[in-house]
């Protein structure tokens, strides 16, 4: 079965710094892209950027560039999402999500595969 | 970026009575490559978003035959033909053809 887990909820206090987990299992996890999609209260959904594990090539939200770190990690299938001085505004659920592609030569471009989300909040 | 915008933000329909979401993009979808990379997704209460249609018009595994999508360019729409229960959520259309990839700002269905 293909999954991708996701690490738990975090309370943060601005300033701090935070690292989010997205670990893999159930295909190759360096042949897909894997997303990471901010979801704000009540909010809708915005594509932080993306990784490709097999080489490590990201590409950013001009958004959130510099205020994040997409990694991973092949070794052992885990995706991160990563702050070094957290705000209150990154208070919000975090999604990392795999991008199918191309499969059986079919184009697709979706994100087909969806963790469970991670809640932070940052509050003094 | 590509912006894309979503009409109405919310829908009250009627169990088994048809629905419709239009999404427009503010710049064509269709890629270099000849394909036009327009998803839809459904996220339910409390659950992370599933994909419901790719490229357009293309159901994606195990989706009910009730959802259809169709459009062309910078016009698309998402039509469930019979509204059940389980589809109350909200809908967001998503393109991959530009990075960054962008969303609409979603649709909640609720039923009347």
């Known amino acids: 079965e293909v999954q991708l887990v996701q690490s738990g909820a975090e309370v943060k206090k601005p300033g701090e710094s935070l690292r989010l987990s997205c670990q893999a299992s159930?295909?190759?996890?360096?042949?897909?892209?894997i997303g990471w999609v901010r979801q704000m209260s009540g909010k809708g959904l915005e594509c932080m950027g993306i990784?490709?594990?097999?080489?490590?090539?990201?590409e950013y939200n001009p958004s959130f560039q510099g205020r994040v770190t997409i990694s991973a990690d092949k070794s052992i299938t885990t995706a991160y999402l990563e702050w070094s001085s957290l705000k209150a505004s990154d208070t919000a659920m975090y999604y990392c999500?795999?991008?199918?592609?191309?499969?059986?030569?079919?184009?697709?471009?979706?994100?087909?595969?969806w963790g469970p989300g991670t809640t932070v909040t940052v509050s003094s | 970026e590509i912006v894309m915008t979503q009409a109405p933000l919310s829908s009250s329909v009627t169990l088994g009575q048809p629905a419709s979401i239009s999404c427009r993009s503010s710049?064509?979808?269709?890629?270099?490559?000849?394909?036009?990379?327009l998803s839809w997704l459904q996220q339910r209460p409390g659950q992370p978003p599933r994909v419901l249609i790719y490229?357009?018009?293309n159901r994606f595994s195990g989706v009910p035959d009730r959802f259809s999508g169709s459009g062309a360019g910078t016009d698309f729409t998402l039509k469930i033909s019979r509204v059940e229960a389980e589809d109350v959520g909200v809908y967001y259309c998503?393109?991959?053809?530009?990075?960054?990839?962008?969303f609409g700002q979603g649709t909640k269905l609720e039923i009347k």
């Open positions: 159930g295909y190759s996890f360096t042949d897909y892209w």
């Open positions: 990784i490709y594990p097999g080489d490590s090539d990201v």
């Open positions: 999500a795999r991008l199918r592609a191309t499969y059986s030569g079919i184009y697709y471009y979706v994100m087909d595969v």
């Open positions: 490229r357009i018009s």
């Open positions: 998503m393109q991959a053809t530009q990075l960054p990839y962008t």
């Open positions: 710049q064509s979808l269709l890629h270099s490559d000849g394909n036009t990379y």
